[in-house]
């Protein structure tokens, strides 16, 4: 069975500051891996996803995430953050072929000027 | 642009109501969710639809049904609310039955039962 485990509940970030979200996968074999973010009031919105390949992976809004299959990970980065960042996180696993995706938890970030 | 929209954004019921809840998309696409969103649990898949009129059951569908008439537009239906079914409610689609299509999510339903 797939599962996602986002271990951080909520994260506090100075404006400006470097930021770094953990995502850690369970899957028997290569998955499918999503970063979604959910502004409030708001739908969730893709950042990036990984399927294969260069395992560093960028995306919109200046995010990054790093696939280590050894660690089971996937965090995602940004090197300095906006007050537009403050919205709850969530990072997603899927099989190579089929529908479902699993989502972690959620991270919540507030950023502070 | 991509839209998925959802009938209310805010929504009271009363238990043992019968509720709708109703999700169109404009994109064309073929598969259509609906997720039940709370905190500290993230999102679970209530019910999935491949096809019109053809669907199958997520991790949590007990106490919801869906409809699938037309190709944009996906119904929930929550038979006799009951309080435990106070939540977000997320409506999403994609183009295709791969995990590793993007889903496109609306804004969400908050519904709260009393």
């Known amino acids: 069975a797939q599962s996602v485990t986002q271990p951080d509940i909520h994260i506090t970030v100075s404006e400006g500051a470097s930021l770094e979200l953990r995502c850690n996968y369970s899957?028997?074999?290569?998955?499918?891996l999503f970063w979604y973010v959910q502004s409030p009031g708001q739908g969730l919105q893709l950042l990036l996803k990984?399927?294969?390949?260069?395992?560093l992976v960028q995306g919109i809004k200046g995010f990054e995430a790093e696939f280590k299959r050894s660690q089971s990970s996937f965090n995602l980065r940004k090197p300095s953050v906006h007050w537009s960042d403050a919205a709850e996180y969530f990072c997603?696993?899927?099989?190579?072929?089929?529908?479902?995706?699993?989502f972690g938890a959620g991270t919540t970030v507030t950023v502070r000027a | 642009d991509v839209k998925v929209t959802q009938s209310s954004r805010y929504l009271v019921k009363r238990t043992g109501e019968k509720v709708f809840l109703e999700c169109v998309q404009d994109?064309?696409?073929?598969?259509m969710f609906w997720y039940r969103q709370d905190p500290g649990l993230g999102l679970r898949l209530i019910y999935f639809?491949?096809?019109?009129?053809?669907?199958e059951k997520g991790d949590i569908p007990e106490g919801y049904s869906v409809s699938r008439e037309k190709k944009e537009r996906f119904s929930l239906i929550l038979e006799s609310a009951s309080t435990n079914q106070t939540s977000m409610y997320l409506c999403?689609?994609?183009?295709?039955?791969?995990?590793?299509?993007?889903?496109?999510f609306g804004p969400g339903t908050r519904l709260t039962v009393t």
């Open positions: 994109m064309d696409h073929e598969n």
């Open positions: 639809s491949y096809d019109v009129k053809m669907k």
């Open positions: 899957y028997g074999a290569t998955p499918y």
């Open positions: 997603a696993v899927g099989p190579p072929v089929g529908y479902k995706l699993s």
């Open positions: 990984y399927f294969s390949g260069d395992t």
């Open positions: 999403a689609s994609s183009p295709a039955v791969r995990a590793a299509d993007e889903q496109y």
